[in-house]
């Protein structure tokens, strides 16, 4: 078992959409910011999005602003990351994490297996 599963990864077309989904499995993370990383083929893992716990704040990385919204249901213990206008250097695997206040993917202690996300060209 792993702490957070994400899901709702596909193959998309430039300009389509997509949401991922990430739930918690086995314990809450309804006290913890949770974010979405992802890595590109060749590429080390990046920052994507983050929330507070409570879900007020919200920040998200130059790259996606103003096209990725980063959301969270605490009720269903499960965030949420809303891809519009996708490119093809959006592709990779996109990873939800829960942890501190941070875009460092290495500051935070708990993570998703990933779920694949191609943007044909």
């Known amino acids: 078992q792993v702490p957070l599963v994400e899901s709702g990864g596909g193959y998309v077309q430039t300009g389509g959409s997509l949401r991922l989904s990430c739930t918690a499995s086995?314990?809450?993370?309804?006290?913890?910011?949770k974010a979405w990383f992802r890595q590109g083929p060749g590429k080390e893992r990046e920052f994507v999005a983050r929330i507070t716990p409570n879900g007020n704040t919200a920040r998200v990385a130059d790259s996606v602003r103003g096209r990725f919204t980063i959301s969270r249901d605490n009720a269903k213990e499960t965030v949420y990351l809303g891809m519009n206008s996708l490119k093809p250097d959006d592709t990779a695997v996109y990873y939800c994490a829960a942890g501190p206040w941070s875009d460092v993917a290495q500051e935070y202690n708990y993570w998703g297996q990933g779920t694949q996300v191609t943007v044909s060209s």
């Open positions: 086995g314990r809450s993370f309804s006290t913890f910011t």
